[in-house]
């Protein structure tokens, strides 16, 4: 069974930055689009930022601009850089495939203003 173990998330204030990992333990990480979720308090998991096998990345107008998605497939790991960080991004951010397969625990990130 493939296994997503996030990290990086934090406490940080409004305007900071965070980087987040996500280890993959799929031998065929490279050949997937992976994707960032989030999910806040009270709602549903939503999609921020995905990428796929070309490096082609596609990001959720709520983040674009201030979020970068990256992949490096030699070390199955999945990155999302986060900067500019606002009240509104606070969530469990969470990695997985375009078809979310099993959940990781996720990571958390807190944004205070």
């Known amino acids: 069974q493939v296994q997503l173990v996030e990290s990086g998330g934090g406490l940080v204030q409004a305007g900071g930055s965070l980087t987040l990992s996500c280890k993959v333990s799929?031998?065929?990480?490279?050949?997937?689009?992976m994707v960032w979720y989030r999910q806040a308090p009270g709602k549903q998991r939503e999609s921020v930022a995905q990428?796929?096998?070309?490096?082609?990345?596609i990001y959720d107008a709520s983040v674009k601009g201030r979020f970068t998605i990256s992949r490096d497939n030699a070390k199955h790991t999945l990155v999302l850089q986060m900067n500019n960080l606002k009240p509104e991004d606070t969530a469990f951010y969470y990695c997985?495939?375009?078809?979310?397969?099993?959940w990781g625990q996720g990571t958390q990130v807190t944004v205070s203003s």
């Open positions: 990428i796929t096998s070309g490096d082609f990345a």
């Open positions: 997985n495939y375009i078809i979310p397969g099993s």
């Open positions: 799929e031998s065929d990480f490279k050949i997937h689009t």
